[in-house]
């Protein structure tokens, strides 16, 4: 962790120091950044190169070339920071992961685009998505498309201890408190002297899929309003209450296994976990497996909000292109015009953020009763974001390490005391 932390405290001391048919774009001429275009460098994570046809269908629309460049996922975010922390001006438009386009922005990497879009489009695509790329009352980035958790849950087990299964009805959703009562049930020894628990998490120390118990609780603000501090957010009442939840599944109660998040789908899969917190993108795993599955919507603490994850890839348009209005309108078209989300949803199968979209999914009668539907749902009704910070990355790698000293017994208020000392020491240089 040590050497995570320095590297990223290293690398970004440098850069610091250093819907409705939407219209096609009408290059202007009126200044920096809205000359006529002649093509448009687009950088995106190999995850998205299946979209590659339908950004090359803007440009033949538009009398312009579209230049795609894909890095694969393992090199986009060290990619993004050199070549956008030396202010590179051949990349017109970007992607961003959801909870570093705040970081992006303070960085100087994206621009805002909001003199460019039109807020009827805006007015397209979910409020909680919309809220992702927004950065000081600005818009900076849209949303390719979103995600979601769920409880799945193991047929055979549940059958096998006599226990009716988790009600797939939002309105008859579990409370964590239901969720870890069940979970005692379901931890036990088979008949082959194997240990099966009752609950785990798809990614086990994860902010992503963790935010939700605090923030089910009222812990929505994790640093302060000015960025400047993380005591007093992170480490709130509200988060030690549902970090010592999570804490407790592994230790007092022990209806967790104490693995890391990659093994995590293995152990569901192969019949060891009667319940799982994670997404959809595990079910070919599932079914692959044989695993007889039922899902049933995220869980929420007794007298809380019911909260889910959610946010996926961004896009927006680099603060040191040379064609801002240009680049703003392909961003415009791609995240909120309803035909082309359409497409990408047909091409890509990712829970999207078009409001359209979204209602003709939860409209067709063949999703009825299934994940997508649910997680139409949510999307629409119970998402929240990840926090905007300037800091994320690092916020992040703390909170990592923070989750498994709890997950290892350490005491869930005195942990996040010492991360957040630790976090406000790395982002300080965010202050500049």
């Avoid at 397209?124 to 927004?134: Q, R, V, Y």
């Amino acid at each position: 962790m040590k050497k995570r932390i320095a590297l990223l405290l290293a690398l970004s001391l440098l850069i610091v120091t250093g819907c409705s048919k939407a219209k096609d774009p009408e290059p202007s001429s009126d200044g920096a950044g809205g000359g006529a275009a002649a093509e448009l460098n687009v950088l995106i994570v190999s995850d998205l190169e299946p979209l590659k046809p339908v950004f090359e269908e803007y440009g033949e629309a538009n009398g312009l070339t579209v230049n795609v460049e894909s890095v694969p996922y393992a090199e986009i975010f060290d990619t993004i920071e050199v070549r956008m922390g030396s202010k590179e001006d051949t990349i017109d438009v970007l992607v961003a992961d959801a909870p570093l386009v705040t970081n992006y922005t303070a960085k100087g990497y994206l621009a805002a685009i909001d003199e460019y879009v039109d807020s009827a489009s805006l007015s397209n695509i979910t409020e909680a998505s919309l809220a992702g790329g927004t950065v000081d009352g600005n818009v900076v980035a849209l949303p390719l498309y979103s995600s979601c958790v769920n409880l799945y849950y193991n047929k055979a087990i549940f059958d096998e201890k006599g226990i009716a299964y988790p009600s797939y009805d939002v309105k008859e959703r579990m409370t964590w408190e239901e969720v870890a009562e069940m979970a005692k049930q379901l931890t036990y020894t088979n008949e082959e002297g194997g240990k099966v628990y009752g609950l785990t998490f798809e990614q086990i120390d994860t902010p992503y899929q963790l935010l939700p118990l605090s923030q089910s609780l009222g812990g929505e603000q994790y640093i302060s309003d000015d960025q400047t501090t993380t005591d007093g957010f992170t480490n709130s009442a509200e988060v030690a209450q549902a970090m010592e939840f999570y804490g407790n599944t592994f230790n007092e109660w022990g209806i967790s296994p104490n693995i890391d998040g990659s093994e995590s789908t293995g152990y569901f899969s192969s019949g060891q976990v009667a319940m799982f917190v994670g997404g959809s993108w595990n079910i070919a795993s599932f079914d692959e497996a044989g695993v007889e599955w039922g899902v049933a919507p995220h869980p929420y603490f007794e007298g809380g909000k019911e909260v889910t994850p959610t946010g996926s890839w961004y896009m927006g348009v680099s603060a040191h292109s040379k064609n801002t209005e240009p680049a703003a309108k392909f961003v415009e078209w791609l995240t909120t015009d309803n035909d082309t989300c359409q497409k990408t949803y047909d091409i890509m199968h990712n829970l999207p953020c078009n409001i359209k979209v979204l209602e003709g999914i939860e409209s067709d009668p063949e999703n009825e009763g299934t994940v997508s539907a649910l997680n139409v749902y949510e999307a629409m009704n119970t998402a929240m974001a990840r926090p905007q910070m300037v800091g994320y990355e690092e916020w992040q790698t703390v909170m990592q390490e923070t989750y498994s000293d709890v997950k290892n017994g350490a005491d869930a208020q005195e942990a996040l005391d010492s991360a957040v000392e630790e976090i406000d020491g790395l982002i300080g240089k965010y202050q500049n």
